[in-house]
């Protein structure tokens, strides 16, 4: 996770506050293949307080982890040395990830558009890019092949585009029935989760809708953080702050990690 | 007197890593094979094709002393960091030399390597379907599966000329045994025409290791004792990952003169 210290009046930093709201989405979670960053600290989170029985899958080949510090990257030996097993690279994404047995991938993203897909490659011209990022890594297949996803972010304009430059991850392409066009039968993007509220697809054009704002956030600050003219669904759900048991439990992790 | 272990391996990269060979260096975040990479450095080996899929500090090594022609990778970040900034470097400005990339999903790259491994001209995967990576890739492509007809994702096999890896422990006829998150290090050994392992520790007789990966010594060109030859990746049960020098190498990096003054006090610049 990113050391971004606490800024303002709250006594959290927006990482914090992004990983507390989506652990608290894996309640009823019992399997779940996470990338590294907000995304596996959302998890292990919610093992240490909402889904003690979340079974996690990372595309190191860790099945079944039990970690008690927040990895620093996919092979971290906080996954390795608590796992079920450990299976090879090839074997996690061909037997585990691609025949739909996981119910949930939980992923971050460098840029996400309005029908929740998934930039990771480049910002700019992709042979002469402005701005080169890391890549597709395990995204792709993480977002077909899991049965849904939830995708993670911090809020700015900068993140959230109308179309992102370059699709890594499918989330649902130009809107409704795009996936199922391709032959896919898994849900995509069920909701993102950031630092100001909860997006989740129309369920007639899956285009991002809000559908619920965070602790003292507004409507126009979301708005203002969105670089397309968002959609707000008629009722809203409020997510309340996290708690002090939530942000210890998180600290701890962290702290734990060194 | 044995030779010592530098000179050892020195010489066993110079007579297995030629100029404009395709070399596949693996380790998916744990024993990433960083010493061998750093004789290669110091070889001044030119024109290579680096396949390695989450490509790390030591890409960005090879990348920076102009090492590499091409690289195939799945995953170009510092993990838990941020940027590789002399990948980037490389990629957005040509520098210091222009390099051609393949880039592939994971599923994808790992793919590549099982249908080299297994001799196949094809591997069918689960993958790429809906992303924008296709057209810019090359060895992947769509066949109608005979059995039902439907079009489907194929890759093909990669072969390098010469995979290095690092392991944890080999017996003295050369008999390797791997543990912890093990990659795709098994398949790349296997793919490629050539092999190194480096090592922490060479025994007389290997303990049963259950659930670890096997190498036998006659699918191995090479193995060599580099104790520590993973830093500052780790091996599980023999060290552990400097966490301190991934997070320092952005602030190393960043800039082209630190990166070269930082490579030459070590004994790695092209200049050195």
């Known amino acids: 996770m990113t050391a971004a210290r606490a800024t303002g009046v709250e006594p959290w930093t927006p990482t914090e506050l992004v990983t507390v709201m989506a652990a608290r989405r894996l309640a009823t979670t019992g399997v779940a293949f996470a990338g590294i960053g907000i995304p596996s600290a959302a998890a292990i989170l919610a093992r240490h307080t909402v889904a003690?029985?979340?079974y996690l899958v990372f595309e190191s080949g860790t099945l079944g982890p039990r970690p008690t510090t927040l990895p620093r990257s996919v092979a971290d030996e906080g996954l390795a040395s608590t796992a079920h097993a450990i299976v090879s690279v090839p074997e996690v994404f061909s037997y585990w990830l691609a025949p739909e047995r996981i119910e949930l991938g939980i992923l971050?993203?460098?840029?996400?558009?309005?029908?929740?897909?998934?930039?990771s490659t480049t910002i700019g011209e992709y042979s002469r890019p402005r701005v080169r990022l890391p890549g597709a890594g395990g995204a792709p297949e993480i977002m077909t092949a899991c049965r849904a996803t939830m995708v993670v972010a911090l809020h700015s304009p900068r993140v959230f585009v109308e179309r992102v430059d370059f699709v890594t991850t499918l989330g649902h392409g130009d809107g409704a029935g795009h996936r199922a066009r391709l032959g896919l039968q898994t849900k995509g993007p069920k909701a993102v989760v950031t630092d100001l509220g909860v997006l989740e697809p129309d369920p007639e054009t899956a285009e991002l809708t809000l559908t619920a704002l965070r602790h003292g956030a507004t409507v126009d600050m979301v708005r203002g953080a969105t670089g397309w003219h968002l959609a707000v669904a008629e009722t809203l759900t409020y997510e309340p702050a996290p708690t002090d048991s939530e942000l210890a439990t998180l600290r701890g992790l962290e702290r734990a990690a060194g | 007197m044995n030779q010592p272990t530098d000179s050892l391996l020195e010489e066993a990269v110079a007579s297995l890593v030629h100029d404009g060979d395709t070399v596949a260096l693996e380790g998916?975040?744990?024993l990433v094979p960083f010493e061998a990479a750093r004789a290669i450095i110091r070889q001044g080996r030119r024109e290579l094709t680096l396949v390695r899929m989450v490509p790390d500090l030591l890409t960005d090594q090879l990348i920076g002393e102009g090492c590499l022609a091409r690289l195939l990778f799945s995953w170009a970040g510092n993990p838990g960091v941020g940027s590789l900034h002399r990948f980037r470097d490389a990629v957005e400005n040509d520098w210091p030399v222009p390099l051609e990339i393949e880039e592939h999903t994971h599923a994808g790259l790992a793919a590549r390597y099982q249908a080299g491994a297994a001799g196949l001209p094809f591997m069918p995967v689960h993958a790429y379907v809906g992303t924008d990576l296709t057209p810019h890739v090359s060895h992947v492509g769509l066949v109608d599966d005979p059995f039902t007809g439907r079009s489907t994702p194929v890759?093909?096999?990669?072969?390098?000329?010469?995979?290095?890896?690092?392991?944890?422990?080999?017996?003295?006829a050369g008999n390797v045994q791997l543990w912890g998150v093990q990659g795709v290090q098994r398949e790349a050994v296997l793919a490629s025409r050539r092999s190194l392992v480096t090592v922490e520790e060479i025994v007389d007789?290997?303990?049963?290791?259950?659930?670890?990966?096997?190498?036998p010594a006659w699918t191995?060109?090479?193995?060599?004792p580099v104790p520590g030859g993973t830093w500052p990746s780790y091996a599980q049960g023999f060290n552990h990952r400097d966490e301190e020098f991934y997070g320092g190498w952005d602030r190393i990096s960043r800039d082209r003169a630190t990166f070269q003054a930082w490579m030459s006090e070590h004994g790695l610049g092209s200049a050195s």
């Open chain 1, 52 to 54: 003690h029985d979340l």
């Open chain 1, 108 to 119: 971050g993203a460098g840029q996400v558009d309005r029908f929740g897909n998934v930039n």
């Open chain 2, 28 to 30: 998916f975040s744990h």
């Open chain 2, 155 to 172: 890759v093909a096999p990669i072969r390098p000329d010469v995979a290095i890896i690092h392991a944890q422990r080999a017996d003295r």
């Open chain 2, 205 to 215: 007789e290997l303990p049963s290791q259950p659930g670890a990966v096997m190498l």
């Open chain 2, 220 to 224: 191995v060109t090479r193995v060599l």
